[in-house]
Each structure stands twice: as structure tokens, then as C-alpha cells.
């Protein structure tokens, strides 16, 4: 168990809604990761936050946003989904956010179905 | 740009013997972080080992150790005593570039390991 939470772990929907994927890191890392795991693509970034300010963006759609919140929590809103969204989504958290070391811990991700 | 490489989609190893799976990297950076991560079928990514690129030593835990050769950019895992459980998948990645985010990774595209009794 790596300490970091991601709820829910499966979410099914349909084309063209919106979905919130939470996160909640390790107790005491500041910064989080959200990484998108598909067949096509592999994994991928798609955003950084540390404590409460975007640090990172990778190749993150515009249909998708990200935010953290004072309690470090972290939240990616996915909208307007499309089938090829279907993925797992991986948050990940470390202690700081740059400089060596700070490795990052997976939480268990979430699976995406979108229909 | 940085890239990670691997070059074996599958390996397979027989219980209780070392395997050693492949990772090179492309990076402009003198300084970058390389690491390993487990996947096993449920899906997790588990954190196996890092190195930086001024250690000096080759990083070890436990029945993991990356074999860091600088001058090839290469960064390979080399598991001992493989155990059924070792069977998943395997990610060598990359800490980014500063100017885009110091800390976010760059992954390969894995090496599935099965490991047979």
C-alpha cells in the first residue's frame, strides 16, 4: 500500500459527460501527479500540482482540468468525454518538487470506461 | 526532447534465476533521475528503485539493482532469484526536464515479465 488513495476505482459513463476523479496523497508529500495509462498512448503526464499551485502540464486536453485544494487533496475533472478517454488514471504524489530523490508513490488508479 | 526505450515488449526467466530487463535514455540534462516501477496484473504501479545521475554506485534493494552506465545512457534493472511474483510489468522512467517540470516522469513503453516454475 503506497499511502496514496484515488477513488473511485472504476467509473463507467457515457460519451460526452463529466467526471471527477479524486486523489489524496501521502501523508505529508505536497505535490501530485495525475497520469493517464491507455493501450495506444502508454503512460503519460498530464499535471503537477505542489502545494495548491500548478508546477507541470504535460499532454492534458483542454477538455481536462485539474486543481488541489488546501487539504492537499486533488481532483481531475475529465468533461465532454470521448471513447478514447477510456484509461486508467493514475495519481502520484511526492514530497517535494524538485531536486533529487523524491520519488514518486502511485495511488491504485482509476479505470475509465467511457461508452 | 527525453525518451525512454525499451527494447523487449516480453521476457521470460525460470524461477529462482537473475534477469535483467533493458532501459536507454535520451536526455540533454547533466542532471536527471531514472527509475523502475512494477505493474502487476491488478494494475498498481509500485515503486522499485531509483538512481541519480551523479551516484556514483549503482543503486540496490533488496533483489533489485540497476546496472547505471552513463556513458551508454542506460539503465538496466537486473532482478536476482526471480519469484513467481515477479511476473508483471516493468517501467523504466525518466525524471522530465526542468523547464517542464522537474519531477514529472517520462515512461517507456514496459517489458512484460513472466516468470516460470
Known amino acids: 500500500d503506497s499511502g496514496v488513495t484515488q477513488t473511485p476505482k472504476h467509473l463507467i459513463t457515457a460519451t460526452g459527460q463529466r467526471v471527477t476523479l479524486r486523489c489524496s496523497p501521502r501523508s505529508g508529500d505536497l505535490s501530485v501527479y495525475w497520469y493517464q495509462q491507455s493501450l495506444d498512448q502508454g503512460l503519460q503526464f498530464l499535471i503537477q500540482y505542489y502545494n495548491g499551485e500548478e508546477r507541470a502540464k504535460g499532454n492534458i486536453l483542454e477538455r481536462f482540468s485539474a486543481q488541489q485544494f488546501p487539504d492537499l487533496h486533488s481532483e481531475l475533472n475529465l468533461s465532454s468525454l470521448e471513447l478514447g478517454d477510456s484509461a486508467l488514471y493514475f495519481c502520484?504524489?511526492?514530497?517535494?518538487?524538485?531536486?533529487?530523490?523524491?520519488?514518486?508513490?502511485f495511488g491504485p488508479g482509476t479505470r475509465l470506461t467511457v461508452t | 526532447a527525453q525518451k525512454i526505450t525499451q527494447t523487449q515488449p516480453g521476457m521470460f526467466v525460470q524461477e529462482k534465476e537473475a534477469v535483467t530487463l533493458d532501459c536507454t535514455y535520451d536526455?540533454?540534462?547533466?542532471?536527471?533521475?531514472l527509475f523502475w516501477y512494477k505493474q502487476p496484473s491488478s494494475g498498481e504501479m509500485i515503486f522499485l528503485i531509483y538512481q541519480g545521475s551523479y551516484d556514483e554506485q549503482n543503486a540496490t534493494e533488496g533483489r533489485y539493482s540497476l546496472n547505471f552506465q552513463k556513458a551508454r545512457k542506460s539503465a538496466n534493472l537486473v532482478i536476482s532469484a526471480s519469484q513467481l511474483g515477479d511476473s508483471a510489468m516493468y517501467f523504466c522512467?525518466?525524471?522530465?526536464?526542468?523547464?517542464?517540470?522537474?519531477?514529472?516522469?517520462?515512461f517507456g513503453a514496459g517489458t512484460r515479465l513472466a516468470v516460470h516454475p
Open positions: 536526455t540533454s540534462d547533466q542532471s536527471y533521475g
Open positions: 502520484a504524489s511526492s514530497v517535494g518538487d524538485s531536486g533529487g530523490g523524491y520519488e514518486q508513490y
Open positions: 522512467a525518466m525524471r522530465g526536464e526542468f523547464s517542464g517540470g522537474y519531477n514529472k516522469l517520462i
